[in-house]
């Protein structure tokens, strides 16, 4: 990955709404981000991660930066900047790890700084744990010493009862099946939604279940949630509550508190409340403080903000134009999604096994029933996981040079319940007893694994085993978003012939898909 430059970072952050607006860039701009925040006390660049930490990829990324005592984030909350101590609060509140609750009570107890307090206070409600509940319990909002005071007292009295709310017990709800019919849109990864159609027309779904597909969705109106969680190839599972919404308005949010009663009240056993999060999708749009408006207008007794005890998430999704309408879907988390239970360790590069499922689907008619199956650079072994799930294979062997990789690919085959066998090797060092009928492979991208003159090496000499590795009628599946480099080495090579390639989307690349035969 190239990352973005010291200046660039210091330039897009000191732009009005700077944080919000490189949000879009966050995987360029994370690495010099926080480097100006642990090394300059960059306040900015605080508020730009704790903006990153409410999406989970990003927030495993920052703890796995973050010492093991979390020094970073409580020496910010002592920072002389009040700037900085409100952000590095946010940053804490986004992370939500009981552990913080002594040190943000600690820096509350000290903070004279009214517009810094309603941050502390949300931090110890995310925070969660008994010592966080019991010191909010007994805490008083001083009362403001003068007029322009009242905002703040209003901004703590409000962010008071925030917190409490996060942190009431709220009850869990067991799913138990849906008794109506719910239109749902499932999501194949971007050109794949053929892999997708054809994982529902072998599922029990029937065929008048499915209402339509437009690019890379398939709309169905179903009860058989379960037949559902079967999509491999599926990348999410989203209910439409509300297109087109305009958010200002209290009627779609109003309608959005009803879906999410009204579902619970068809499908789970138990009763209100009800705990929901909201994640905001777009591009340059405020989150915090449509987040919060939202929630201003959804909450009740019966429908609680609580992000992190919630088992419903309304997700909005806004467009380049309108900052105000927004196509909200609701994602239930009491559905039990078991499709990858078994990715108990990943590495940076790792495909994702939605993807991984349906790069193979795409590919599934240059597949052999019990084929013998290799990937020389099988990272975590997802795609030999998904290869076996998708067809029964003979043998499955995976090649990493890394001992980790291999550590890990072992421990999620384990879980799987997979026959593959996994060898740590260099990929043009290793040869094979005998030939595979496939060779599947997540190719280096030259981003977060290594560079693309390593890969002009890398992607020669994988080119040049494929004969000694491949049977005759044998097929390699390659993925990479180096793919002018890809096509350019096989015209090189006059024993490879390319019979098809397609273009996917990943994490904001464009990688592609090769289907390569011997010829």
């Known amino acids: 990955m190239i990352h973005m430059s010291r200046e660039r970072v210091i330039k897009a952050l000191s732009e009005p709404n700077g944080?919000?607006?490189?949000?879009?860039?966050?995987?360029?701009?994370i690495e010099p981000a926080w480097e100006l925040f642990i090394k300059e006390n960059n306040a900015q660049a605080c508020s730009f991660l704790a903006r990153l930490a409410k999406q989970k990829k990003y927030r495993q990324m920052i703890e796995n930066k973050l010492s093991r005592g979390r020094s970073e984030l409580y020496a910010a909350l002592e920072s002389g900047d009040a700037k900085l101590r409100k952000n590095a609060a946010r940053l804490i509140g986004a992370l939500s790890a009981p552990c913080d609750a002594d040190n943000l009570i600690e820096a509350l107890e000290k903070?004279?700084?009214?517009?810094?307090?309603?941050?502390?206070?949300?931090?110890?409600?995310?925070?969660?744990?008994?010592?966080?509940?019991?010191?909010?319990?007994?805490?008083?909002?001083?009362?403001?010493?003068?007029?322009?005071?009242?905002?703040?007292?209003?901004?703590?009295?409000?962010?008071?009862?925030?917190?409490?709310?996060?942190?009431?017990?709220?009850?869990?709800?067991?799913?138990?099946?849906?008794?109506?019919?719910?239109?749902?849109?499932?999501?194949?990864?971007?050109?794949?939604?053929?892999?997708?159609?054809?994982?529902?027309?072998?599922?029990?779904?029937?065929?008048?279940?499915?209402?339509?597909?437009?690019?890379?969705?398939?709309?169905?109106?179903?009860?058989?949630?379960?037949?559902?969680?079967?999509?491999?190839?599926?990348?999410?599972?989203?209910?439409?509550?509300?297109?087109?919404?305009?958010?200002?308005?209290?009627a779609a949010l109003l309608y959005c508190r009803r879906f999410i009663k009204d579902?619970?009240?068809?499908?789970?056993?138990?009763?209100?409340?009800?705990?929901?999060?909201?994640?905001?999708?777009?591009?340059?749009?405020?989150?915090?403080?449509?987040?919060?408006?939202?929630?201003?207008?959804?909450?009740?007794?019966?429908?609680?903000?609580?992000?992190?005890?919630?088992?419903?998430?309304?997700?909005a999704e806004f467009g380049k134009k309108d900052k105000n309408t927004a196509d909200i879907y609701a994602r239930p988390t009491v559905f039990a999604d078991k499709r990858f239970e078994y990715r108990v360790g990943a590495l940076p590069a790792s495909i994702h096994p939605a993807t991984a499922a349906a790069v193979l689907r795409y590919a599934i008619e240059h597949m052999k029933v019990n084929a013998r199956v290799l990937d020389p650079c099988c990272g975590s072994g997802t795609l030999l996981i998904e290869r076996e799930k998708l067809a029964p294979v003979s043998s499955s062997t995976g090649v990493d040079i890394a001992h980790k990789a291999i550590d890990i690919a072992r421990m999620n085959a384990e879980r799987a319940g997979s026959s593959a066998k996994f060898i740590c090797n260099d990929m043009l060092r290793f040869e094979a007893k005998r030939p595979y009928d496939e060779v599947i492979?997540?190719?280096?991208?030259?981003?977060?694994?290594?560079?693309?003159?390593?890969?002009?090496?890398?992607?020669?000499?994988?080119?040049?085993?494929?004969?000694?590795?491949?049977?005759?009628?044998?097929?390699?599946?390659?993925?990479?978003m180096e793919f002018t480099l890809l096509k350019k080495l096989i015209r090189e090579r006059p024993g490879l012939k390319l019979v098809t390639e397609t273009r996917t989307e990943a994490g904001g690349l464009m990688p592609g898909i090769f289907i390569i035969k011997l010829k």
């Open 111 to 250: 903070e004279h700084t009214r517009f810094v307090r309603p941050s502390i206070i949300l931090a110890l409600g995310s925070a969660g744990g008994d010592r966080a509940k019991s010191y909010l319990a007994s805490y008083k909002v001083a009362a403001p010493g003068d007029e322009s005071e009242k905002r703040h007292f209003a901004d703590e009295t409000e962010a008071l009862m925030t917190a409490k709310r996060r942190l009431a017990s709220l009850p869990k709800h067991e799913f138990a099946g849906l008794k109506t019919e719910y239109e749902f849109e499932l999501r194949a990864p971007d050109r794949l939604v053929g892999s997708l159609l054809y994982d529902i027309e072998e599922s029990a779904l029937d065929e008048a279940d499915i209402i339509d597909h437009r690019g890379n969705c398939v709309f169905v109106k179903t009860k058989a949630v379960q037949e559902l969680l079967k999509l491999r190839s599926m990348s999410a599972m989203l209910m439409p509550v509300a297109a087109k919404a305009d958010i200002t308005k209290p």
């Open 19 to 29: 944080p919000e607006k490189l949000v879009s860039k966050a995987d360029q701009a």
């Open 263 to 315: 579902f619970f009240a068809d499908s789970c056993s138990g009763l209100p409340p009800y705990g929901y999060r909201i994640e905001i999708k777009g591009e340059n749009v405020d989150r915090a403080a449509i987040s919060k408006a939202m929630a201003a207008v959804i909450d009740s007794d019966e429908v609680v903000n609580s992000p992190s005890d919630y088992e419903i998430e309304l997700i």
């Open 441 to 480: 492979a997540n190719l280096p991208f030259g981003n977060r694994v290594g560079t693309h003159q390593a890969n002009e090496k890398l992607y020669a000499g994988l080119l040049d085993k494929l004969p000694q590795w491949l049977n005759e009628d044998g097929v390699a599946i390659l993925y990479t």
